[in-house]
């Protein structure tokens, strides 16, 4: 069989977010943060690109499935952690991320040991949830290299702040949106099981 470029771009695009990802959190601890918004930006258009590609050329593959959610939540968990540790954002924030992504990935656990016919897949609010996770990580990043200082504190501080709390309530509503979805697909199963 013949490896080609098109089946396996995906799934190197993937593996590489996930090698920049502690790149990216060693600058932030060095306070390097040109280097790691850089690096953060590279994995988060890559994640985009990887999925694109590996659909448009119909090379989608088990492998991929399974690295691709690992390199994202790496990337994820280890950002807010990292700028939380650091004073960038605030805990609050970063335990709300981390407690919805172990709900997940308990969730996927649970179907995968128990063969459950429930697809974890991402819904619209998921989707909107990573994309403020996401800019708000990169805003982090691009203002605190020293942008900020062009902005007034009246500017800043809202901007920050009302960003903050969207991340935050989408990352709580799409989590329970997780947990009812698993639930009632689940509560079928079992039903059905018995009956």
Request: glycine residues 6%; proline residues 4%.
């Given at each position: ?44 258009v890559s994640d985009y690109i990887d999925g694109f ?95 900020y200082q062009m902005l007034t504190p009246a500017l ?40």
């Amino acid at each position: 069989m013949v490896i080609t470029l098109k089946r396996i771009l995906p799934n190197l695009l993937t593996a590489l977010r996930l090698l920049v990802v502690p790149f990216t959190l060693v600058a932030i601890f060095r306070g390097q943060l040109t280097l790691a918004f850089y690096l953060f930006t590279f994995a988060a258009v890559s994640d985009y690109i990887d999925g694109f590609l590996a659909r448009l050329w119909n090379v989608e593959s088990k492998f991929g499935r399974i690295l691709d959610p690992i390199a994202d939540k790496t990337l994820m968990i280890g950002s807010y952690v990292t700028l939380a540790i650091t004073g960038y954002i605030p805990l609050f924030l970063m335990y709300l991320i981390v407690a919805r992504d172990i709900l997940i990935l308990a969730g996927g656990l649970l179907v995968y040991l128990f063969n459950l016919p429930v697809r974890l897949s991402p819904f619209v609010l998921s989707k909107i949830n990573t994309f403020f996770q996401l800019l708000f990580v990169g805003l982090v990043l691009f203002l605190d290299m020293g942008v900020y200082q062009m902005l007034t504190p009246a500017l800043y501080h809202p901007m920050m702040w009302g960003l903050v709390y969207i991340t935050a309530a989408t990352t709580v509503l799409s989590g329970i949106e997780y947990i009812i979805y698993f639930v009632r697909k689940n509560l079928r199963e079992v039903f059905r099981r018995e009956t």
